[in-house]
């Protein structure tokens, strides 16, 4: 999957865009608006706080940062006299689950209070009434989508992301 995101000008061509993707078999719940804050979106779908924040990315980034800290805290402890090889193993892996798990939480904290990375070059577009379109389409699917949608806006760019897959088998 793939999201594309595009800039739509009032409320009546996005209702229209959307109508046209849900024809198009693209799910509603992989459509999301993004809208300056007091616009009535009506029956659109609106994002939620996974879609306009850096919550994911956030928690991942936390599971790595804090799992490695608490790895070599458990191979400091580990170093320290009292402990024994025999226990090492175990507190290698309570700590390196307990940084894990503590950096989660804090990631997502963070994430949470922060927007999305990838949106905020339509801030200023948003702020001045514009409505922000996130579809996540199947990757064979982009060209066929972003040609309905110039269809309704011939001059909109349409912007994607990589997929998080690495390309190679």
């Known amino acids: 999957m793939r999201r594309i995101y595009f800039l739509v000008p009032d409320v ?5 865009i959307i109508a046209d993707l849900l024809l198009a078999k693209i799910e509603e719940k992989h459509l999301h608006v ?3 804050r007091g616009t009535p979106l009506e029956d659109l779908p609106e994002a939620n706080l996974l879609q306009k924040s850096d919550f994911i990315p956030a928690v991942e980034q936390g599971i790595a940062l804090g799992g490695a800290t608490g790895l070599l805290a458990g191979l400091v402890a580990i170093a320290l006299p009292p402990a024994s090889t025999v226990i090492a193993g175990g507190v290698l892996l309570a700590t390196t689950l307990a940084g894990a798990g503590v950096g989660s939480w ?6 949470m209070s922060v927007g999305n990375r990838r949106t905020k070059e339509f801030e200023d577009a948003i702020e ?9 389409v199947p990757a064979d699917r982009v060209a066929e989508i972003e040609t309905r949608v110039k269809q ?17 088998p």
Request: charged share 20%; aromatic share 2%.
């Open 12 to 16: 009546a061509v996005t209702k229209k």
């Open 34 to 36: 993004i809208a300056k």
């Open 106 to 111: 804090l990631g997502g904290m963070v994430g």
């Open 128 to 136: 001045a009434g514009e409505l922000l379109v996130l579809a996540d």
């Open 152 to 168: 309704h806006l011939p001059q909109v760019e349409v912007e994607q992301t990589e997929p998080r897959v690495p390309a190679f």
